[in-house]
């Protein structure tokens, strides 16, 4: 158990006014979202490297059916 654990909520979809979401995304490596990061570090959960061009094309996106 955590007595005196902090817990912070990026809203990326609003923005922050100082721009800390970004900070945050660029310092965490967030590929995608939601991700979770603890003590500074992205959970294993986190860490894929989201969607890309190849993926997408793998996937079947662009190809005429």
Do not use: F, H, M
């Not at 310092?27 to 294993?44: F, M, T």
């Amino acid at each position: 158990s955590c007595d005196s654990c902090e817990i912070t909520t990026y809203n990326l979809v609003e923005q922050c006014e100082d721009k800390t979401c970004i900070d945050k995304v660029q310092e965490y490596g967030v590929k995608r979202i939601p991700a979770v990061a603890v003590d500074g570090k992205l959970l294993e959960c986190c860490t894929n490297n989201g969607i890309s061009k190849e993926k997408l094309i793998e996937a079947g996106i662009g190809k005429a059916s």
